[in-house]
């Protein structure tokens, strides 16, 4: 009897341990907000302890990745770097504290840079920080933009960042309307004027970019679900 009963105790500890270790784990994913044609389908991402291969959808985020604990300086790269060679100079490097839990890498076009064509903005979506209802917003054109999501208005100057809740306004389709003013100009524009369906429950990431065909910028967003990781992340030899 007493042999059963400690065989249950130690498979109950057995699957705490292993829900304590799921909840716990770290996560990285990304997307590539309008990429242009041509552009890499993934990269990789060296740090101390070894490379992460990053897919990098263009509609979605990707599949999460576990990362390891503490703080992670990352240095992006399109190719794996042998081990004991030099990362290229250039390569942009990303740095994740440690109390980042979950972790987005968003990609934008960077034309500036031929051998890096891409900014890499690193957002922190822990739960705690990024909430269901909010919406996290990034300027990255040279305009100034004013927006209006249902009753929820928000200005932001160039390369400006901001978060809007919506967490309280009930599920439904609100209006929704956006304006800019062109940099060195006074007066402003229409952007969009349309409807957008509020989900209390979602997170949202919306990206304003720059049209490279012309000068109206373009509004580009994507859902956040709760990370869920189903792959671990891939590593070479710690460099």
């Not at 306004?169 to 800019?180: Q, R, V």
């Amino acid at each position: 009897m007493k042999s059963k009963k400690l065989h249950l105790l130690l498979l109950t500890l057995f699957g705490s341990a292993c829900l304590l270790a799921t909840a716990s784990a770290r996560t990285l994913s990304a997307v590539y907000f309008r990429p242009p044609a041509g552009a890499p389908e993934k990269v990789q991402a060296t740090h101390s302890k070894g490379t992460i291969e990053v897919l990098l959808p263009r509609m979605n985020l990707s599949i999460p990745v576990k990362i390891p604990a503490g703080d992670l300086v990352l240095r992006i790269t399109l190719e794996p770097v042998p081990t004991g060679a030099e990362i290229p100079a250039g390569a942009p490097t990303i740095t994740i504290p440690a109390a980042w839990t979950d972790v987005i890498l968003l990609f934008s076009v960077n034309p500036k840079d031929p051998a890096f064509p891409f900014s890499v903005t690193p957002l922190n979506a822990s739960a705690a920080s990024f909430k269901p209802g909010e919406i996290i917003v990034f300027n990255r054109t040279d305009a100034t933009i004013g927006a209006k999501l249902g009753d929820e208005g928000f200005k932001l100057t160039a390369g400006a960042t901001t978060k809007v809740n919506l967490s309280k306004a009930p599920e439904g389709d609100y209006p929704m309307h956006f304006g800019y003013i062109p940099a060195g100009e006074t007066e402003a524009r229409p952007l969009a004027n349309s409807t957008y369906r509020n989900q209390p429950t979602l997170r949202q990431i919306l990206f304003i970019l720059p049209e490279p065909t012309r000068q109206v910028p373009r509004i580009w967003s994507v859902a956040v679900h709760p990370p869920q990781p189903e792959e671990p992340a891939s590593a070479v030899a710690p460099r």
